[in-house]
Structure formats: structure tokens, C-alpha cells
């Protein structure tokens, strides 16, 4: 699973959270259950919002913490058959076969997200790129020429009320009017409930 953040600043930039714009879909509302299984989901509609965060590996169309900020896309879609073979779909946009709000999250799949920092000032800046599980998140770097960055591979971990044992970090410090590439890797692992929230602070 790819992504892709791309940023310029310069001097005059605040230190700040940097900005990202997000385009989701899902239903207002509270969580609907005892739906007809694998019917659509009605009224799905579309939001768009700017924040300071975004999240992976989470359903949009399930009531939550972040609901907002939920990408949703990174989401894969299931194609299935049930007990009398009819084919079926399992994805955002479809309850289950219990008739409740799909619940997929992207368990032990590698995302690679590309980030791409341009500092057009005249001094140098950081950047500290963040990530933090619902439950344990493997991840690590990898630079522009594909390799691995030694010492960043880390386990991010917090228990079922969100409380934080460790979060993914990695701080790269961009010199004035360069460009810098790199790739973070992420793996949501199985013994997890879903979400991923990322954050990239300029310092």
C-alpha cells in the first residue's frame, strides 16, 4: 500500500504540525448494526476537511475517535461468497454478513509512504515524522536510494485505551533550499485493533 506527502516551507513557515487535506466518504450518524447483511451502505457522503493528522488502516464508516481524518482509500476491498455461494463484497461501502459496519483495518500489510520535504529558506529546518498505533505498529525507514536507515526500526505500542507506550519517530533535519526524500514503512500486526495515526511536525 503506497502513499505520498509532499510539503514546502522556508523561513517565514511557523513551526507546526504540517497541514494535510483529506477527502473521505461515509455516512453521518452513529454506527448502524442489524442491517441487512452484505446490503449497502446508504447516504455515504462525501467529506472533505484539512487537519493536522491523518489515519490509516481504519473503516471511515465506523463511528470513532479521528472519523475525520480516516483516509479509508488505503482500505483493500474483499471479494467473497457466502454459505450459498452468492458472491459478495466486504469494503467501506457495504455492511458484513452480520449486517454491521465492515470491520477491516489492513492487518499485517506493508504500507510505504514517500515523503517528500522542500525547504526553500535560507536556514535549515526538522522534521519529525510520527506514528501511533492502536496496539502494535512495526515500522522503519528507508532512504531515497532504498535503503534501510540504521537505528529506525521501531515498535509502536499502546493498549486497548489508547494509553502510549512508544510511538514511531524519526527526525530528519532539512538543509536551507533542498529537497529530501524518504520512505517510512509500516506494518499494522495482527494482535491490533485498527488505526494508525501519522503527524509530521516542523520545527
Not at 63 to 82: A, K, W
Given at each position: 500500500?503506497?502513499?505520498?506527502?509532499?510539503?514546502?516551507?522556508?523561513?517565514e513557515?511557523?513551526?507546526?504540525?504540517l497541514?494535510?487535506?483529506i477527502?473521505?466518504?461515509?455516512?453521518?450518524?452513529?454506527?448502524l448494526k442489524?442491517?441487512?447483511?452484505?446490503?449497502?451502505?446508504?447516504?455515504?457522503?462525501?467529506?472533505?476537511?484539512?487537519?493536522?493528522?491523518?489515519?490509516?488502516?481504519?473503516?471511515?464508516?465506523?463511528?470513532?475517535?479521528?472519523?475525520?481524518?480516516?483516509?479509508?482509500?488505503?482500505?483493500?476491498?474483499?471479494?467473497?461468497?457466502?454459505?450459498?455461494?452468492?458472491?459478495?463484497?466486504?469494503?467501506?461501502?457495504?455492511?458484513?454478513g452480520?449486517?454491521?459496519?465492515?470491520?477491516?483495518?489492513?492487518?499485517?500489510?506493508?504500507?510505504?509512504?514517500?515523503?517528500?520535504?522542500?525547504?526553500?529558506?535560507?536556514?535549515?529546518?526538522?522534521?519529525?515524522?510520527?506514528?501511533?498505533?492502536?496496539?502494535?505498529l512495526?515500522?522503519?525507514?528507508?532512504?531515497?536510494?532504498?535503503?534501510?536507515?540504521?537505528?529506525?526500526?521501531?515498535?509502536?505500542?499502546?493498549?486497548?485505551?489508547?494509553?502510549?507506550?512508544?510511538?514511531?519517530?524519526?527526525?530528519?533535519?532539512?538543509?536551507?533550499?533542498?529537497?529530501?526524500?524518504?520512505?517510512?514503512e509500516?506494518?499494522?500486526?495482527?494482535?491490533?485493533?485498527?488505526?494508525?495515526?501519522?503527524?509530521?511536525?516542523?520545527?
Amino acid at each position: 500500500m503506497d502513499g505520498y506527502a509532499f510539503w514546502e516551507f522556508s523561513d517565514e513557515t511557523p513551526s507546526q504540525y504540517l497541514p494535510v487535506s483529506i477527502t473521505n466518504y461515509y455516512r453521518d450518524g452513529e454506527n448502524l448494526k442489524d442491517q441487512v447483511p452484505y446490503s449497502k451502505i446508504e447516504n455515504t457522503v462525501k467529506h472533505v476537511i484539512t487537519s493536522d493528522k491523518w489515519v490509516t488502516n481504519a473503516n471511515p464508516q465506523k463511528s470513532q475517535p479521528f472519523r475525520e481524518e480516516v483516509i479509508g482509500s488505503d482500505l483493500f476491498e474483499l471479494n467473497t461468497f457466502d454459505e450459498k455461494y452468492i458472491d459478495r463484497k466486504i469494503d467501506n461501502y457495504y455492511y458484513d454478513g452480520r449486517g454491521n459496519i465492515s470491520n477491516t483495518a489492513n492487518w499485517m500489510t506493508n504500507y510505504i509512504t514517500t515523503y517528500c520535504l522542500v525547504n526553500r529558506g535560507k536556514k535549515k529546518r526538522k522534521v519529525k515524522i510520527t506514528m501511533k498505533a492502536h496496539g502494535v505498529l512495526a515500522g522503519l525507514v528507508v532512504s531515497s536510494n532504498n535503503k534501510i536507515i540504521s537505528d529506525t526500526e521501531q515498535f509502536a505500542l499502546s493498549n486497548d485505551d489508547f494509553t502510549l507506550f512508544h510511538e514511531f519517530e524519526y527526525e530528519k533535519t532539512i538543509p536551507p533550499e533542498t529537497e529530501v526524500i524518504f520512505h517510512v514503512e509500516h506494518t499494522l500486526l495482527a494482535n491490533s485493533n485498527g488505526r494508525v495515526i501519522h503527524k509530521a511536525f516542523l520545527d
